[in-house]
């Protein structure tokens, strides 16, 4: 498919396609695709691709190998990673490479991607791997975008694309308020099947955009916006295929017949579903979720705040609020910069210097916003009948009533496509991809993510702003932090955003990304998830006890995983014969992503 082809296909359906677009948002896919194209200046790539074979394999032996998995899955459902890399976009992603590269699209690609379509489909490619000793990397739909996409972490893996095939809603339990997934069923697919049954007294959780694996989000902790936005502590029950074949069910599910697998998620015994998350340790192919009730009404707000300098107070204001649940779900203060670029206009659209954008630019253009000219945005949400909300409601406005300048904006005088109506319908459980906007900021508009967990402290605020906004400055990239506030704990996430297509400026993020990292650490704040290509930097800053936390996770990864073929390198866990031999990614690994070879 030509450049001009990709850009004028239509968008696929949900009714179509696992990955596809469900028919409420195809008006706003199209306009988000257009505006994708409009904005990218990649050159198509002309360099022959040499063939991306598995390490320590011989190319013959691995063509025979996947003939013979293919007598297992279908011949349809085993593909070599031959062909030019496409990038496609959010809808259309691809499977052979990180969409968002930040190094070389070449450095972390697959050899070829398989499909089971079942557990026992996914267990005899975990077997076959085990034969060959092919390291696998299992996706589920290979949307984490920001964090690696579905890129392998070591070249010439095969992708398992367990999304394809296996992409079924096992169960909606309408009492029970639960749900039981495979890996393919997306953020969109649940909210549309749950209403597809009428069930209006259920809501979903989602992240920033639906597109996403309900499974592939929660193993990596990823979050939403309702009062059940920390998905893993929401997950109820795992059926885990392990690295050497045999296939568990974890909590309730390993009783045979179990009627609470998705109500009671601890079962008998040691509590063993946390050593699946954001790990190389088995591969989920089914997963319980538990489901909010609808909370019989919600109410959307948003405030300003005038001053940078306003940060301090307002984490303190905010902190007693959260944690006695006044303020009810995530709690999101993001910076107006974020507010300018989520109207998905490009930088230049508002100054074609160089380095970060002037704050003066940045305010002149704020003011010209239905928001209006402020540094901070508040956007919360408040839920149940009217007088609890109300109730609620008196008590925030009188608590940001006290910083000087703070503005609540009446929703009423917003347009429809104002960025406060997404942050509306995503905290009302109702999926969207205006989020995907800002990424336009930049031609070949890609991201990656600093994410520090912190206590909800102003001194804490401060310190990671000032440390962003230094090292933001130091490399000439546009600062847009968001504080997000948990019940007990805040994650101030970064987007650095950048053109994928310039190597000057990956290497400038990815280094501004590991510098931040190293220093956030110094101060004793960690990252609570990150991209692969720094999975190695952020699993070396948790080394209290010398290292004692990663010797654990080695001596799990090397009795689960003996002959290392899951995801090695993941999250930072290496196999033993890949330990030793270069292959964890440094400062001085440039662009090089891999070692020399394999034991």
Same mark, same amino acid.
């Given at each position: 498919m030509?450049?001009?082809e990709?850009?004028?296909s239509?968008?696929?359906l949900?009714?179509?396609?696992?990955?596809?677009i469900?028919?409420f948002l195809?008006e706003?896919?199209?306009k988000a695709k257009v505006s994708v194209?409009?904005t990218?200046?990649?050159?198509?790539v002309?360099r022959n691709?040499?063939?991306?074979?598995?390490?320590?394999?011989?190319?013959?032996?691995?063509?025979?190998?996947?003939?013979?998995?293919?007598?297992h899955?279908g011949?349809?459902?085993?593909?070599r990673?031959?062909?030019?890399?496409?990038?496609g976009?959010?809808?259309?992603?691809?499977?052979?490479?990180?969409?968002?590269a930040i190094?070389?699209?070449?450095e972390?690609?697959p050899s070829?991607?398989?499909?089971?379509?079942?557990?026992?489909?996914?267990r005899q490619?975990v077997?076959?791997?085990n034969?060959?000793?092919?390291p696998?990397?299992?996706?589920?739909?290979?949307?984490n975008?920001?964090y690696?996409?579905?890129?392998?972490r070591?070249r010439g893996?095969?992708?398992?694309d367990?999304?394809r095939r296996?992409n079924?809603?096992l169960?909606?339990?309408?009492?029970?308020?639960t749900c039981?997934?495979?890996?393919?069923?997306?953020?969109?697919?649940l909210y549309?099947?749950?209403?597809?049954?009428?069930y209006?007294?259920?809501?979903?959780?989602?992240?920033d955009?639906g597109?996403?694996?309900?499974i592939?989000?929660t193993?990596?902790r990823?979050?939403g916006?309702?009062?059940y936005?920390?998905?893993w502590?929401?997950?109820?029950?795992?059926?885990?295929v392990?690295p050497?074949?045999e296939?568990?069910?974890t909590?309730m599910?390993?009783?045979p017949g179990?009627?609470?697998w998705?109500?009671?998620?601890?079962?008998?015994?040691?509590?063993?579903?946390g050593?699946f998350s954001?790990?190389?340790f088995?591969?989920v192919?089914?997963?319980g979720?538990t489901l909010m009730?609808?909370?019989?009404g919600?109410?959307?707000?948003?405030?300003?705040?005038?001053k940078?300098?306003?940060?301090d107070?307002l984490?303190?204001?905010?902190?007693p609020l959260?944690i006695?649940n006044?303020l009810?779900?995530?709690?999101?203060l993001?910076h107006?910069?974020?507010?300018i670029a989520a109207?998905g206009k490009p930088?230049?659209?508002?100054y074609?210097g160089d380095?970060?954008?002037?704050d003066?630019?940045?305010?002149?253009?704020?003011?010209? &916003?239905?928001?209006?000219d402020?540094t @901070? *945005?508040?956007y919360?949400m408040?839920? %149940?009948p #009217?007088? /609890?909300?109300?109730?609620?409601l008196?008590?925030i406005d009188?608590?940001?009533k006290?910083?000087p300048?703070?503005?609540?904006i009446d929703?009423?005088? &917003?347009p429809?496509?104002?960025?406060? @109506? *997404?942050?509306?319908?995503?905290?009302? %459980?109702i #999926?969207? /991809?205006?989020e995907?906007r800002?990424?336009?900021?930049?031609?070949?508009?890609?991201?990656?993510?600093f994410s520090?967990?912190s206590?909800?402290?102003?001194?804490?605020?401060k310190?990671?702003?000032e440390?962003a906004?230094?090292?933001?400055?130091?490399?000439?990239?546009?600062?847009?932090p968001?504080f997000c506030?948990?019940l007990?704990?805040?994650?101030?996430?970064v987007?650095?955003v950048y053109?994928?297509a310039?190597?000057t400026?990956r290497r400038?993020?990815l280094?501004?990304?590991?510098?931040?990292?190293?220093?956030?650490?110094?101060?004793?704040y960690?990252e609570?998830?990150?991209h692969?290509?720094v999975?190695?930097?952020v699993?070396k800053?948790?080394s209290?006890?010398d290292g004692?936390l990663?010797?654990?996770h080695?001596?799990?990864?090397?009795a689960l995983?003996?002959?290392?073929?899951?995801?090695?390198?993941?999250?930072?866990?290496w196999?033993?014969?890949?330990r030793?031999?270069?292959?964890?990614?440094?400062k001085?690994s440039?662009?090089?992503?891999?070692g020399?070879?394999?034991?």
């Amino acid at each position: 498919m030509s450049f001009v082809e990709e850009a004028q296909s239509d968008v696929p359906l949900l009714s179509e396609k696992h990955s596809g677009i469900p028919e409420f948002l195809l008006e706003k896919a199209r306009k988000a695709k257009v505006s994708v194209f409009e904005t990218r200046t990649k050159p198509k790539v002309t360099r022959n691709r040499l063939p991306v074979i598995p390490p320590g394999i011989e190319e013959q032996v691995f063509v025979e190998a996947l003939d013979e998995l293919a007598k297992h899955l279908g011949s349809g459902n085993v593909d070599r990673n031959d062909k030019p890399l496409r990038d496609g976009w959010y809808m259309e992603h691809p499977n052979t490479h990180d969409l968002m590269a930040i190094v070389d699209e070449e450095e972390l690609v697959p050899s070829a991607i398989v499909y089971p379509g079942s557990t026992e489909e996914v267990r005899q490619v975990v077997l076959w791997a085990n034969k060959y000793q092919i390291p696998i990397f299992p996706i589920s739909m290979g949307r984490n975008l920001g964090y690696g996409g579905a890129a392998p972490r070591v070249r010439g893996s095969v992708t398992v694309d367990l999304g394809r095939r296996m992409n079924k809603i096992l169960d909606i339990s309408p009492e029970d308020y639960t749900c039981l997934l495979e890996p393919g069923v997306s953020f969109f697919a649940l909210y549309e099947s749950i209403k597809a049954k009428g069930y209006d007294h259920l809501w979903i959780d989602v992240p920033d955009v639906g597109g996403g694996s309900v499974i592939g989000n929660t193993v990596d902790r990823g979050v939403g916006y309702t009062p059940y936005g920390d998905h893993w502590a929401c997950h109820a029950g795992l059926e885990v295929v392990l690295p050497t074949g045999e296939v568990i069910r974890t909590g309730m599910g390993a009783l045979p017949g179990s009627n609470t697998w998705q109500t009671f998620p601890y079962g008998f015994g040691p509590y063993s579903d946390g050593i699946f998350s954001q790990s190389n340790f088995g591969i989920v192919t089914k997963m319980g979720m538990t489901l909010m009730p609808n909370p019989n009404g919600y109410e959307s707000f948003m405030y300003t705040f005038q001053k940078e300098q306003d940060l301090d107070q307002l984490i303190e204001i905010i902190r007693p609020l959260r944690i006695s649940n006044i303020l009810e779900n995530v709690a999101q203060l993001r910076h107006v910069k974020q507010t300018i670029a989520a109207h998905g206009k490009p930088r230049t659209d508002y100054y074609k210097g160089d380095g970060p954008i002037p704050d003066d630019v940045v305010h002149s253009v704020a003011a010209t &916003l239905p928001t209006g000219d402020h540094t @901070w *945005a508040y956007y919360g949400m408040s839920y %149940g009948p #009217p007088h /609890i909300r109300q109730y609620k409601l008196d008590i925030i406005d009188a608590e940001f009533k006290k910083v000087p300048g703070s503005c609540r904006i009446d929703p009423s005088m &917003l347009p429809p496509d104002e960025y406060f @109506w *997404a942050r509306d319908r995503i905290a009302a %459980g109702i #999926p969207d /991809i205006h989020e995907l906007r800002w990424v336009n900021w930049m031609p070949n508009g890609a991201h990656i993510a600093f994410s520090p967990v912190s206590p909800i402290r102003g001194d804490d605020a401060k310190k990671l702003y000032e440390l962003a906004k230094r090292k933001h400055d130091e490399f000439g990239i546009d600062l847009f932090p968001a504080f997000c506030v948990g019940l007990r704990e805040m994650h101030l996430i970064v987007e650095l955003v950048y053109d994928r297509a310039d190597p000057t400026r990956r290497r400038d993020v990815l280094e501004c990304l590991r510098q931040m990292i190293a220093e956030a650490a110094d101060c004793s704040y960690g990252e609570y998830r990150c991209h692969l290509a720094v999975a190695d930097d952020v699993s070396k800053t948790y080394s209290w006890n010398d290292g004692a936390l990663m010797k654990f996770h080695e001596k799990l990864k090397d009795a689960l995983d003996p002959n290392g073929i899951m995801a090695p390198g993941r999250c930072g866990i290496w196999p033993k014969k890949y330990r030793n031999r270069g292959w964890e990614m440094t400062k001085d690994s440039g662009e090089n992503t891999q070692g020399n070879g394999v034991a």
